[in-house]
């Protein structure tokens, strides 16, 4: 117990020690940065999103759909609504999501042809997000607290972070490495390594542009690197702080999809 | 001939009109009505594996057109939704009316839909315990498209949005009930004559059509309190099926029923667990000793769905039907076989998706401890492109005794395919 306590004490003290000026930021501290800039800028948003799915005979399947976020607080719980245009037999289905921080999220498909509400399971965020190389996680993002961090590089444009999972079997990863914009704390490219210590895949921000003073990815790709494959997400129709109330994502505009998910 | 060939003209037509053409189409409509169009063509066809009965060797051979639209009116949305059907088993072709429907919102808490609509709530896995609106178990069973499963109702639901509680009314003026199991295309159990009952012998019943005397209603009460959702439901109306005799005409009729139901929903243990109860009240059988009624019954229902795998999702429920008054029940029919007091049900959910999501392989089974008889659900369905889908399934039925409910069905096994242009 007074081993404990000293332990406190020691680690409060810490914050009184005054940290050289030109030292890097905690590599924690960038961690979080960078999950405020992708996944929590402004207060709201929404995006028109576009899918090409090309599978590794270099077949392709299009998806498209109107995605709104909010956020409860930065950094903490947030609402998604996914509202399905394309191809024409998901069309006008919603998908939504309560991204909880201390729990699993919850999830609701609604399906408009039995007028259907159904709650999904969302134990394994590592799957794949309408039959795309993206994974849920990649959409909603991954909670910094998952993974320890070590910052592993720095050079003049990027910070790189490779990140080793808490719970090592709750993943399919063994890590990932992720090259961090130094000026907007924008991922810039994520590597993951599996178990056998092969780089399988690979996740970059092909474009970006700066849209309400946020930095903004606009055109996305990830790639199977060992069976092949790859999915590019383009973003348009991009706005922020739109004001969407929390009632848009209950029951209600399941059956009645708000102005906002349509247009 | 000619006459149920029409879908199948209208089929050629869709598959050589060039997509850009509809493309424009589509644009045209959404650019200056702001009216979005959806539209699919399908071919489906299924045989019975062992034929004993007087029934047709197909169990579905029909091709269908669907066309949806749906017009923004700022103020309110028009929804439209409708098929031709050129049927071969039928030997016709016909239309089907599935949406035609206006919502708006008279207030900021309050949804209106007036129309034909499909209606849907509780919490079961195709089991239903307070949700009465149709059903069409002729469809399922045949294997059409689970969407056919709910019949539309025509009604005025009406949505209000309390900060504390949500509640839905709807008032359906006539009473059409579900599409229930005759013999014209399955054959079944005929309790009044102790035999299977086929195209010779099939179900006469009366209609309850008198408008306003043959009303439903049914309402729900619901709240979520962080991630769990409560309901309760009141439904008053009639048996969707019909569970009652006319003892002079011997025809089937629809008895009075009321229904008083909860259910919740919540996540548990990583999963998705469900609860749901309802008592049955047979208000023409109050004492359970009419042998021409069904009984009173509590149903009640409790189920659990996991991941089991990366795309791979598993979901068990169990089912109960507790007759009430079972004694009565007994005397009233005297010697002759009757249903048991406890109707025991189990199903269960295996889905999983394979090839980037495209493949789906799924079973669903119904199986019954109490009643010795099993209903199984094999389907695969591949996605060729994002246009074109095809699908291949099963209805198994497998039972001890030719009374029982999945039983009766045993010799309308059947297996089908089909093709889905869908745009």
Redesign the interface.
Known sequence: MKTTIAILLLAGLQFLVPTSGESAPDVNQIIEKTNHAAYYAGDDGKAQVSMR?I?AQGRE??REFNILRRDSSDGGKQQFYVYFK????V??MVFMV?KNID??D?RWLYLP?????K??????KR??F???HFFYEDVSGRPPKDDTHELIEENDTYYVIKNTPKVADSVEFASYTVWIDKATFMPKKAEYINKNGEKYRLVEALETQTIQGFPTVIKSRVADLLDG?ETISEFSNISYNIGLAE?IF???YL??PPDEA?R | MIKFSLPIVVFLLFCITPQQVLATLRDTLYDDYRTDF???VEVRNGWRVDRNQDEKDASIAESRLQVALST?LSKAIVKFKGDLVGDLVEEESRAELRDLSI?FSPLNNV?VIAGR????WGTGDLVFINDLFAKDWESFFIGRD??Y??APSDALKT?I?FDAV?LDLVYMPVFHGSQFIDGTRISYWNNLSSKTGDRSLTVLDEDRNRFGNDSEFAARL?K?IS?T?LALYIYSGFWQTPEGVNSTTWNLIYPRLSVYGLSL?A?LL???ANFETGYYDSRQDPDGDNGFVRNSEIRFLVGF???LG??F?GAFQYYLELKQDYDAYERSFSGVKSDDEYRHLLTARLTK?L????LSLSLFSYYSPSDHDAYLRPKANY?L???W?LEAGGNIFIGKDDQTFFGQFEDNTNIYTSL?W??
């Open positions: 799915i599978d399947r299009t394309k191809p024409s037999d069309r006008k309560h729990r699993d919850d042809a039995l007028s259907l509400v709650r999904i399971a969302a134990s394994d799957t794949s309408v039959g795309s494959g009632d209950t029951e209600r059956h009645k349509r | 959806y539209s699919f923004d919502s949804d609509q499909i209606i849907t689970t969407e499963l709910k949505s949005f949500n619901s979520n991630a959702e929903r996540p990583g999963g998705i769905e996991h991941e990366t795309d999702t998706l090839m980037n999501q495209n996605k492109t994002d246009q889908a889905r869908s745009y």
